[in-house]
């Protein structure tokens, strides 16, 4: 089974500035609200969700990638914190179960409306 990997960045904030620093940052709510969700669905041989650092997108926090050896990437940015998590999930269980990978952009445009979304050709041919 190939491992799919949902990738957050725990030091995101949020441009607003309305957070403290010594709050979770939006990156950590976000990781943690997907970890709880995705126990309910997915299984650690198909899904790991991982907390990483800075992916340079600091100002369009929160910043997240999916990816899979085999399939494209996706980099979404601007992602609020707390209404992301389903969606996401939504759609890391779409990308999972597709050969491809390969999403419309509308697509992913009506599931993240506010977002920034970056498709990255998979490396693996
Ligand atoms: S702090 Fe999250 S991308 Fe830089």
């Given amino acids: 089974m190939t491992k799919h990997t949902h990738s957050v960045c725990k030091y995101c904030y949020c441009v607003d500035g309305n957070i403290s620093e010594s709050q979770p940052s939006y990156g950590t709510r976000l990781f943690e609200r997907l970890n709880t969700l995705s ?3 997915f299984s650690s041989l198909q ?3 991982q907390s990483v650092g800075c992916m ?3 100002k369009h926090g929160c910043v997240i990638a999916i990816s899979s050896p085999e399939k494209p990437t996706y ?3 601007d992602l609020p914190p707390d209404e992301t998590a389903a969606p996401l999930l939504d759609f890391m269980q779409q990308y999972i179960n597709h050969d491809t ?3 419309p952009y509308k697509k992913l445009h009506d599931l993240f409306p506010s977002a920034t979304l970056v498709q990255i050709p998979t490396v693996l041919l």
Wanted: some cysteine; hydrophobic content about 45%.
């Fill in 39 to 41: 126990r309910q669905s």
């Fill in 47 to 49: 899904l790991e969700i």
């Fill in 56 to 58: 340079w997108a600091c």
């Fill in 75 to 77: 980099l979404i940015t």
């Fill in 101 to 103: 990978g390969e999403f």
